[in-house]
């Protein structure tokens, strides 16, 4: 993939948005590779796009694709002669990457001067120690009083930075944590749902009302789709839990390596002041070389969370984007393929095709033998029914398998168990089977077969909506719309927390590494003069003092 020549830390928001395409995507991928390119609905797509052409919209570019978050990502491309970039949110196009790390640029660019300036100046100050012997030793009160104080003000800056940095990476921790939860928990529902709608078909395979089953061919559609069912929801839970867990590891280690560095950059800027203010010269040349390097890798950490941070708040504006139009072709399908219905469809009218079947099981036993008033020679038709007629069940589909209403004189499957209760009768056994010696429709023993039925086909009934959502990605949008409303606010903040903390502290040890080295110089140069002063003698070269 296109991204994995991108910095490791680069795969984070990458992996997170690959990982909501699988994990909150129609089930699988098996439900996704299924679909050939031809049956993406095209008549509709273009029939829609039509609509959106006519209303002028401004993102659209034309007849192909929809860009997401154009006016976010609307940056200089450096790989593409700096001219603005127009792609939109796409992790799979290296100028994106490029363009978003140009807005990044700046902070490299000033890890890049200070090494190379602060290493030049520190080349130099070695060489003024080691060639130019004769050095003036002016000293003023002001200037010593000045650069101490500037070095406080550094060094308190600097203990500021690490603790927003390192209160940043704890909320970053919790936030980046919290989402991926809520992911995790999305996909364990679906995962859920498709098992337990796997059983309820497995449920209604075994359903018989007085000796009448499911066709036989709907036993072997069912269990067909069983396994696709099952496959799809292995799937889905294996990937789940291999890259929630491989993204949380990452996660850990970017939130280690902060608190690292927070700490480590505590510890050199208290450090480097108390040797500085005590004037152990070795200790800080020392550190001034350590605060040097470590300032220029902050400042390259900087530009990547400030990268990462407009990463994630694309992304988020990309979400909300393919949620007002989850129908267009974007660079979010190619990762989300919401269009391959094709399992997800076959789910959704096996389903109804069952539900169909055994509401038309349970009214044949109501129509042909409960409601008919048998001769006792009838044989097995016969256990002396009687009395007022049971109402049939309300089939919710009609046999092409849409919507239907129900008739009058209908019961619904919500309703049908409590109500037939009414046409029980009481019932004796003669010789292996009931037969009513009371008025009654039903004897107890077939009750119990209708109700079964009837449970298990409002069972999967039930399932119709979260198929349907799984079909028409209502189910990814909602998901979607959710990160956006509750868990994107705090990403983009506390992503930008941690870039602030380590601009801050970067900063604040950038320049109170400065200040060690000028404070030094003036300590010395006023204990040096203090000396002759008091002495009375001409003052000699400092370098004999110096370790
Ligand atoms: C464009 O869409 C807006 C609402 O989003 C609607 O009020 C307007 O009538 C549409 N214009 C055309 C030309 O369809
Ligand atoms: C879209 O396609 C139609 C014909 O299919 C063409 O006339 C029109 O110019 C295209 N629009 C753009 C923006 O490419
Ligand atoms: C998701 O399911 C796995 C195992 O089935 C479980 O360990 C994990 O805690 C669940 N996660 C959430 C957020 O419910
Ligand atoms: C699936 O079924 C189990 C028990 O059979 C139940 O605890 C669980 O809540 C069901 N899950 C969903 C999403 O309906
Ligand atoms: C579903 O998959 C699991 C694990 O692969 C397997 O143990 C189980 O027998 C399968 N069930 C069905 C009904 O295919
Ligand atoms: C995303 O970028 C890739 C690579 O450049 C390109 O092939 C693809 O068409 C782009 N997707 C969209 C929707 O622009
Ligand atoms: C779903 O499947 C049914 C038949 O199984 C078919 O009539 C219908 O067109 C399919 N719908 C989609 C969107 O593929
Ligand atoms: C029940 O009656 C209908 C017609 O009323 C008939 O088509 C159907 O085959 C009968 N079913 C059984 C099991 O006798
Ligand atoms: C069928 O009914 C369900 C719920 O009763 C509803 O969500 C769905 O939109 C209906 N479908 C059609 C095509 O009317
Ligand atoms: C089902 O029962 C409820 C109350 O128990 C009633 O309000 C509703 O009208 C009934 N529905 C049908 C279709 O009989
Ligand atoms: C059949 O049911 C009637 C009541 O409808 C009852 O009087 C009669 O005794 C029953 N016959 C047998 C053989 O139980
Ligand atoms: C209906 O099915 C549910 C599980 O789907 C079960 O808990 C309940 O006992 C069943 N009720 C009857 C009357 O069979």
Redo the contacts with the bound molecule.
């Keep these: 993939m296109?991204f994995s020549r991108s910095p490791p830390i680069l795969l984070l928001p990458a992996l997170l948005v690959l990982f909501l395409s699988f994990s909150v995507s129609c089930a699988s991928s098996r439900l996704h590779r299924t679909l050939i390119p031809g049956e993406r609905g095209e008549d509709g797509l273009v029939m829609w796009r039509r609509s959106l052409a006519e209303n002028s919209s401004s993102v659209e570019l034309s007849n192909s694709?929809?860009?997401?978050a154009a006016e976010r990502t609307d940056r200089k491309d450096p790989l593409n002669g700096y001219k603005h970039y127009t792609?939109?949110w796409?992790i799979?196009?290296?100028?994106?990457w490029a363009s978003v790390g140009f807005t990044a640029a700046p902070l490299f660019v000033l890890a890049l001067i200070w090494f190379l300036g602060f290493g030049l100046v520190l080349l130099l100050i070695c060489c003024c120690y080691c060639c130019c012997r004769r050095q003036s030793y002016s000293y003023s009160r002001t200037a010593y009083a000045l650069s101490l104080i500037l070095l406080i003000l550094f060094t308190c800056a600097a203990i500021v930075g690490c603790i927003v940095l390192y209160t940043g990476q704890g909320k970053f921790h919790s936030s980046t944590s919290n989402t991926l939860d809520y992911v995790v928990g999305q996909a364990n529902i679906t995962v859920d749902n498709l098992r337990n709608f796997s059983e309820s078909l497995a449920d209604a395979k075994k359903i018989g009302v007085d000796q009448i089953f499911l066709p036989a061919d709907i036993q072997g559609k069912i269990d067909a789709i069983q396994t696709k069912l099952n496959s799809s929801a292995n799937d889905l839970s294996t990937k789940t839990k291999d890259n929630s867990r491989k993204i949380q590891h990452v996660l850990d280690e970017v939130v280690l390596a902060l608190i690292i560095l927070a700490a480590v950059m505590l510890l050199v800027a208290f450090l480097g002041f108390l040797f500085s203010i005590l004037g152990l010269q070795f200790l800080v040349s020392i550190f001034v070389i350590v605060g040097w390097i470590l300032v220029a890798g902050t400042f390259i950490l900087c530009g990547v969370f400030l990268l990462l941070h407009n990463v994630v708040a694309d992304t988020c504006v990309a979400m909300n984007d393919w949620v007002d139009h989850p129908h267009a072709?974007?660079?979010l399908?190619?990762i989300l393929p919401c269009v391959d219905t094709a399992t997800a469809n076959e789910s959704l009218y096996r389903g109804r095709e069952v539900t169909f079947q055994l509401v038309n099981v349970v009214n044949q036993v109501i129509n042909n033998i409960s409601n008919r008033n048998f001769p006792p020679r009838a044989g097995p038709l016969y256990y002396n029914q009687s009395g007022p007629l049971m109402p049939p069940l309300c089939n919710p589909y009609t046999a092409g398998l849409s919507n239907r209403t129900c008739a009058t004189g209908e019961v619904s499957l919500s309703n049908a168990s409590q109500v037939w209760r009414g046409y029980i009768c009481q019932a004796a056994v003669v010789s292996g089977s009931e037969i009513c010696t009371t008025a009654g429709r039903v004897t107890p023993g077939i009750y119990k077969q209708m109700a079964a039925a009837v449970n298990v086909s409002q069972g999967i009934y039930l399932y119709g909506p979260f198929l349907t959502g799984l079909e028409d990605c209502t189910f990814v949008r909602q998901t979607f719309t959710e990160i956006n409303n509750n868990y994107c606010p705090g990403l983009e903040q506390h992503s930008k927390w941690i870039y602030v903390g380590l601009v801050m502290v970067s900063t604040a040890v950038m320049l109170s590494l400065i200040f060690w080295v000028i404070y030094a110089r003036e300590r010395r140069h006023r204990k040096y003069n203090k000396q002759f002063i008091h002495s009375g003698q001409p003052p000699l070269p400092l370098q004999e003092k110096a370790p």
């Design positions: 296109a694709s929809f860009i997401l792609g939109g796409n799979s196009n290296n100028h994106y072709h974007t660079a399908d190619d």
